[in-house]
């Protein structure tokens, strides 16, 4: 009798230590989505060197972690970092059915557009979700 009192005092304890949790700790483990890598073209020098790594929420499919990284090329700037959330969003002006990662690096940065390709290649589309220029190659390979 008493141990089962001891195993349910200890379950007890167990349960109303999560409830007593905080909401924001305790993260799912962030789960690598996908690394792409490309040189996008520019305007005015031979293009940008561009990597994108993308993160998963766990289980959560949808929604997840970016860093990108942007090095202009024959320019003495340093490269460009920025990070932050993205979600899915589905469907283009071209097809309903397309999976587009929407990338928000902040409040006073431009949101980003990257078309899923398959499992090997993303696309930056233009601010309002569609292709740019398609004689130019704006896309990403994976490459891990």
């Given at each position: 009798?008493?141990?089962?009192?001891?195993?349910?005092?200890?379950?007890?304890?167990?349960?109303?230590g999560?409830?007593?949790?905080?909401?924001?700790?305790?993260?799912p483990?962030?789960?690598?989505?996908?690394?792409?890598?490309?040189?996008?073209?520019?305007?005015?020098?031979?293009?940008?060197?561009?990597?994108?790594?993308?993160?998963?929420?766990?289980?959560?499919?949808?929604?997840?972690?970016f860093?990108?990284k942007?090095?202009?090329?024959d320019?003495?700037?340093?490269?460009?970092?920025?990070?932050?959330?993205?979600?899915?969003?589905?469907?283009?002006?071209?097809?309903?059915?397309?999976?587009?990662?929407?990338?928000?690096?902040?409040p006073?940065?431009?949101?980003?557009?990257?078309?899923?390709?398959?499992?090997?290649?993303?696309?930056?589309?233009?601010?309002?979700g569609?292709?740019?220029?398609?004689?130019?190659?704006?896309s990403?390979s994976?490459?891990?």
């Open positions: 009798m008493r141990q089962i009192m001891t195993a349910l005092l200890a379950v007890a304890v167990g349960i109303a999560c409830a007593s949790t905080p909401a924001n700790q305790g993260y483990k962030e789960i690598l989505l996908g690394v792409f890598e490309g040189r996008l073209p520019c305007a005015d020098c031979p293009g940008i060197d561009t990597r994108l790594t993308l993160t998963q929420e766990g289980k959560y499919v949808d929604i997840g972690h860093t990108l942007q090095t202009y090329l320019r003495s700037v340093q490269p460009l970092e920025s990070r932050g959330e993205w979600t899915v969003i589905k469907g283009t002006a071209q097809d309903d059915n397309a999976v587009v990662y929407e990338l928000r690096p902040g006073s940065k431009r949101i980003l557009y990257f078309l899923k390709m398959g499992d090997r290649k993303v696309k930056l589309l233009d601010k309002d569609n292709e740019i220029d398609p004689q130019l190659d704006f990403l994976r490459v891990q």
